[in-house]
C-alpha cells in the first residue's frame, strides 16, 4: 500500500473529526471540517447505518491516519503492544507517541506530524548525540533528542523558537528552546496522551 499524497483535510473529513493534519490550519476558520463537516463524496451528507465492524475499522483507519502510519507498519505496532504487560490499546498508544516524529511534532519544533517525518528524513535531528533520520524510531526515557547545530538557523526552527511560549508541550518531555532540545522523562502513559481515541476498539477488531 503506497503512502497518501492525497488532500488531508478529504482524511478529516473522512473521519468526521480534526486529525491536525495541516498544522495551523487546522485551528483556523479555514478548515475543512469546520464548513464542511460531513464525509467527502457525492453521499457523504447521507444517513449510514454502521455496522460494529465499521465502527471499529474506522477508529482504527482514524488512529493510523493521524499518525500517519500505514497498514502493515500499524499491525505489526498491535502485535508489539499485544507481547507487552499491561493494556494492549494503551501500549499502542504508547508506541504511537514515542515515534520520533511524532515526539518532534509533540514539542512544537514541527506544525504537523507531515512536516516533522520530513524534517527527520533529512537528518536535523539527533538523539543521544547520534544523528537519526527514521521518523518511526522509538525514543526511550532519559533519551535527549536536539536539532542539529548546523540546522538550528533554517527557517522552521526560527519559527518554532519564537512560537515556543505560545506552545504548551506533553508533561512527559520537556522542551528547552534555547537550546532546541528535548528531554524524554518517561515514556507516556494513557493519561498524558490527549488524543481522542476509543483504543478499546481497535483491540475489538484485531482480536477477531
Not at 92 to 121: C, H, P, W, Y
Request: aromatic letters at 8%.
Amino acid at each position: 500500500m503506497a503512502r497518501y499524497t492525497g488532500p488531508d483535510c478529504k482524511r478529516c473529513r473522512r473521519e468526521k473529526t480534526k486529525l491536525f493534519l495541516k498544522g495551523a490550519r487546522c485551528d483556523s476558520p479555514k478548515c475543512a471540517i469546520e464548513s464542511r463537516p460531513y464525509p467527502p463524496g457525492d453521499h457523504g451528507r447521507g444517513r449510514v447505518k454502521e455496522s460494529e465492524y465499521s465502527i471499529q475499522k474506522r477508529e482504527k483507519q482514524k488512529v493510523a491516519r493521524m499518525y500517519g502510519v500505514l497498514e502493515r507498519q500499524f499491525h505489526n505496532y498491535y502485535e508489539q503492544a499485544s507481547r507487552q504487560p499491561g493494556k494492549t490499546g494503551e501500549n499502542l498508544l504508547t508506541i504511537l507517541e514515542s515515534r520520533l516524529d511524532n515526539v518532534v511534532f509533540r514539542s512544537g519544533f514541527a506544525k504537523s506530524r507531515d512536516m516533522a517525518r520530513q524534517l527527520v528524513r533529512h537528518g536535523h535531528f539527533l538523539v543521544n548525540g547520534r544523528r537519526v533520520n527514521i521518523p518511526s524510531f522509538q525514543v526511550s526515557a532519559k533519551d535527549v533528542i536536539e536539532v542539529s547545530p548546523k540546522s538550528r538557523d533554517l527557517t522552521p526552527f526560527i519559527v518554532a523558537r519564537a512560537e515556543a511560549p505560545e506552545h504548551t508541550s506533553p508533561a512527559w518531555m520537556d522542551v528547552v528552546p534555547s537550546t532546541m532540545r528535548i528531554l524524554i522523562h518517561s515514556l507516556p502513559t494513557r493519561a498524558q496522551i490527549d488524543a481522542t481515541v476509543q483504543e478499546q476498539l481497535i483491540v475489538e477488531l484485531y482480536s477477531k
